[in-house]
């Protein structure tokens, strides 16, 4: 596995603060990939050469931090809110020398500011919620000083100790509580890698991902810059699309690359949450030129098919729900020439149901009485063409499942067994990836996962799939046999991934959270049993069970 960009720091996402120890040995980053939910992480790495040390992975959110006057330890303040009545946290101190972590768990409060007075005092400043229900969000702040001799030898309990008592009640300024040394940590670590001549920007999420036949990638970030962008196979940025600078303007994460890969078209949505609207703009993939623009006043959610046909669709996806009917969908050629319209009903998140490598155009579709909400209606795999819609199976194989079953990323093949969808659904907190007969809806197997599926495609009769526990799932297209499971540990870091896709030689691309491209090989024996299998006739139907 190999990382593109290939730069410094690529497991930090997005930094919050960061320190350097006394000494100079020690970079300390505060950091998430996953928005400020993701549990507290604090990556740590040899000022020498840059190369990640240690991670610390804490149980929440880091609220500060800052490393000794003198001695290479690294205190640590976290804080998890449930409500505005709850507040759970702790003290951490970390020597990245010998990896030694002391953790200390604070009841009923969290560890919000951090600051060491000399060599042998830190101040820890605590926030504990007021229980006052005519004015929610109150917090009550106190202060204890810890003093120890040797700070390389404390120990939990002693810890402990030194900030149960006394604990003072402050009032807290927060533009005047002292802040790390380093206040711009996505500076400093741009210059600190240009010092050393190599180059530093923080990556947002990657969105969506697509290899080309030539072997290019291509990739959307989910916020932020850039909209696109385009990695040559040996992973040099070719070109990149800037996000649009207008407040109320950002991308859609969703796109179309036309047959002939000569062009992309990408959604982004303008307006606020409760009026989105889109603006499908198209860019060559030659050289991320502007090609054409078309406007919908409607958030869309696109499906396409394999000669170039394809479908904007009123996705729904509005807060608070819309209360005017879905605008009807449109059909369109690659250039962007409108052939048609159809009627897809109600959708929402829950509908969302993009099919790689299909010759046909499909959907999930709501059916059930006008006055129902959309997601408690019954879905339905739908084809569209000349005729119309039309309806093909239950989304929902089995009873059990409920009516809250939510689409996912799919696959289309055709192999010994007939064509065929693979596909993602999640109901509750529950993840499948089953295979259904084209178009009967026939389940051939089913997996259970307790991970999201974020990413799926299929190549060699081999279905390749990404989850939200990181790791990389291949699986046996005909029998759905888990052939292999990898974590996406490269460098000693385990990558959250969001998206795949295969290339035409099996060769897999992986967007991550980090903002980084994961480029992996598919060994040569899992390829074989991939093209040994789909080759043979299907066993009788079964269900498999997966952690």
């Not at 980053?29 to 804490?58: F, I």
């Not at 009545?85 to 010998?98: I, T």
């Not at 059916?367 to 209606?377: I, Q, W, Y």
């Not at 299929?458 to 974590?487: D, F, I, M, N």
């Amino acid at each position: 596995m190999r990382l593109v960009p290939d730069d410094p720091f690529p497991e930090i996402g997005h930094p919050y603060a960061t320190d350097v120890s006394a000494d100079g040995r020690w970079l300390a980053v505060s950091c998430t990939a996953g928005g400020r939910r993701e549990r507290g992480r604090v990556a740590v790495y040899r000022m020498s050469d840059l190369a990640l040390w240690d991670q610390l992975v804490l149980e929440y959110g880091v609220e500060a931090l800052a490393f000794h006057p003198v001695l290479p330890v690294l205190a640590l303040g976290t804080e998890h809110s449930d409500d505005e009545f709850h507040r759970r946290g702790g003290l951490h101190l970390y020597e990245p020398e010998v990896r030694r972590r002391t953790d200390v768990a604070v009841a009923g409060g969290s560890v919000n500011a951090l600051r060491w007075r000399d060599v042998r005092r830190l101040e820890v400043t605590f926030a504990r919620p007021e229980i006052d229900h005519e004015d929610e969000g109150r917090e009550t702040y106190t202060r204890a000083v810890a003093e120890h001799d040797n700070w390389n030898a404390v120990t939990a309990d002693r810890l402990a100790a030194l900030v149960s008592w006394p604990q003072v009640p402050v009032e807290i300024d927060w533009h005047t509580v002292e802040a790390p040394r380093i206040r711009r940590p996505q500076e400093f670590l741009a210059a600190t890698a240009a010092e050393r001549g190599l180059a530093w920007t923080r990556r947002t999420g990657t969105a969506l991902v697509e290899t080309l036949r030539d072997g290019r990638v291509l990739a959307a970030a989910r916020s932020g810059d850039p909209l696109l962008e385009c990695w040559s196979p040996d992973g040099a940025l070719q070109w990149s699309v800037p996000e649009p600078e207008d407040t109320f303007e950002h991308s859609g994460c969703r796109w179309y690359v036309t047959p002939d890969e000569e062009s992309v078209w990408i959604t982004v949505l303008v307006g606020t949450s409760d009026n989105r609207r889109t603006r499908l703009c198209r860019f060559a993939l030659a050289d991320g030129a502007r090609l054409a623009e078309l406007r919908f006043d409607f958030p869309v959610a696109i499906a396409a098919r394999t000669d170039g046909a394809w479908v904007a669709r009123d996705s729904r996806e509005l807060f608070p729900d819309a209360r005017w009917p879905p605008y009807e969908s449109v059909v369109l050629t690659p250039s962007g020439r409108q052939l048609a319209t159809l009627p897809l009903g109600e959708s929402g998140s829950g509908y969302d149901f993009p099919v790689r490598r299909s010759p046909h155009l499909l959907f999930l579709y709501g059916v059930g009485d006008a006055d129902v909400r959309p997601e408690v209606l019954e879905k339905w795999v739908v084809r569209a063409g000349p005729g119309g819609v039309e309806r093909l199976f239950r989304f929902a194989w089995d009873d059990t499942l409920g009516p809250r079953l939510d689409g996912g990323p799919a696959v289309y093949l055709d192999d010994a067994t007939g064509p065929g969808l693979v596909h993602t659904c999640t109901a509750s907190d529950d993840t499948y990836l089953v295979r259904r007969s084209y178009p009967d809806g026939a389940v051939l197997w089913a997996h259970h996962f307790d991970a999201r599926i974020t990413g799926l495609d299929v190549h060699g009769g081999l279905v390749h799939a990404v989850t939200g526990a990181r790791e990389l799932l291949t699986l046996e297209a005909v029998g759905g046999t888990v052939v292999r499971r990898r974590p996406l540990a490269v460098g000693g870091h385990v990558y959250t991934p969001t998206c795949l896709s295969a290339g035409p030689d099996g060769d897999l691309v992986i967007g991550t959270a980090e903002g980084r491209l994961i480029r992996t090989r598919t060994d040569e024996e899992t390829r074989m049993r991939g093209r040994c299998h789909s080759a043979a006739p299907s066993a009788l139907p079964r269900t498999a069970a997966g952690s």
